[in-house]
Each structure stands twice: as structure tokens, then as C-alpha cells.
């Protein structure tokens, strides 16, 4: 059965680690801090383990980081950057500015007057030879600050007296109708 130790202190005895946690905010954190002080105490993996409710193999890293790396190694978190984005942040400004600024058919992508994730996706691939889903296209948009409605249609020659007297004309037949 292998003894976890701590090989290297790097300056830290178990009283300076008890004050130290007492400093820590992060729960996560602290816990780790305690895992070295209670090693550096002389309990076994096992032992720590149990008491803070962790798997003995994250009792054993810990352990190894703080041997390796000490106490910067032990409580700065590297979190992974994520997937990469399918466009660069000048593509999505490029993009941003044709959909606020112009509209498919200016831009020389079919007749539609409007964008919609269809369009946009087509955009997308022939500009910038990048395939997007649907859903992923409105994500993106959303989180440019871009929402997706659908566009509502005026009659430019409408003549408004003409459409009042309609709806006159309509509340007259919808009257008269019932009554027969």
C-alpha cells in the first residue's frame, strides 16, 4: 500500500496551512488546503479521504500538485477555454453589419427581403466556407445582441381613409348578418 507524503512543504508547515484556510473563500479551495494540512498531520489517504468526503484519488492529486507545484499549483484553476468559434470575431461583425445594414438581396444572395437562419446560413457558407446549424446560427445571433422576429408587412400605397371605410363597411355586414 503506497503512503501519500508530502515531499516538498515548500515552506508551509500545518499550523500556517490552518490560518491560511481560514483566509479562503472558495469551499473547493479550502478543501484542498485542508487535504495537504491533514497529510502534513500524518493521516493516510484513506483517512483524509473519508473526513472530507473526497475519492482517494483526488486526495493522491492533490497531494502531487502541491509536491510538484506548491500552493499556487494547489489553488489557481485552469478551466478549459471551451470550443473554438466557428467565426472569428471580425466575421461576426462583418456579418452583424450586413444583417442590421442591408438585406439578402442586396447582397447579391437571392430575392428574399429578409434574413432568416435559412439565409443566413447560406450567407455563412459561401462567405466564410463554415457550416453552422440552424439552432446554432440563432444561438450566435442572440448572443451578438441580434433577436429573431418575423417581419411584419405595411402597404406603402395603402390610403388609410380607403381602410377605415372598410372596416366601417365590415362592422355594417357583420351587423346586418346576424340579423338574418
Known amino acids: 500500500m503506497k503512503v501519500l507524503r508530502i515531499t516538498n512543504d ?28 491533514l497529510i502534513m498531520e500524518r493521516y493516510t489517504g484513506k ?10 484519488e483526488t486526495v493522491s492529486i492533490y497531494v502531487k500538485t502541491f509536491n510538484q507545484y506548491g500552493m499556487d499549483g494547489l489553488v489557481t484553476r485552469q478551466y478549459s477555454t471551451g470550443k473554438p468559434a466557428y467565426l ?7 456579418l452583424r453589419r450586413m ?28 462567405k466564410f466556407s463554415v457550416t453552422m446549424s440552424r439552432s446554432g446560427i440563432y444561438r450566435m445571433l442572440t448572443g451578438m445582441g441580434l433577436s429573431y422576429t418575423r417581419p ?7 390610403d388609410q381613409n ?17 340579423a338574418i
Request: aromatic fraction near 8%; charge should be neutral; avoid cysteine.
Open 162 to 178: 380607403e381602410q377605415k371605410q372598410f372596416l366601417q363597411n365590415m362592422e355594417m355586414v357583420k351587423k346586418t348578418s346576424r
Open 10 to 37: 515548500h515552506g508551509w508547515t500545518p499550523a500556517d496551512l490552518r490560518q491560511y484556510e481560514k483566509t479562503i473563500q472558495n469551499v473547493k479551495m479550502r478543501q484542498r488546503v485542508m487535504t495537504i494540512r
Open 47 to 56: 483517512e483524509v479521504s473519508q473526513l472530507l468526503n473526497l475519492h482517494r
Open 152 to 158: 411584419t408587412y405595411t402597404l406603402a400605397k395603402a
Open 88 to 94: 472569428t470575431q471580425e466575421e461576426k461583425e462583418e
Open 99 to 126: 444583417i442590421l445594414e442591408s438585406t439578402p438581396e442586396k447582397e447579391g444572395f437571392g430575392i428574399d427581403a429578409n434574413w432568416d437562419t435559412r439565409v443566413i446560413q447560406h450567407v455563412i457558407y459561401e
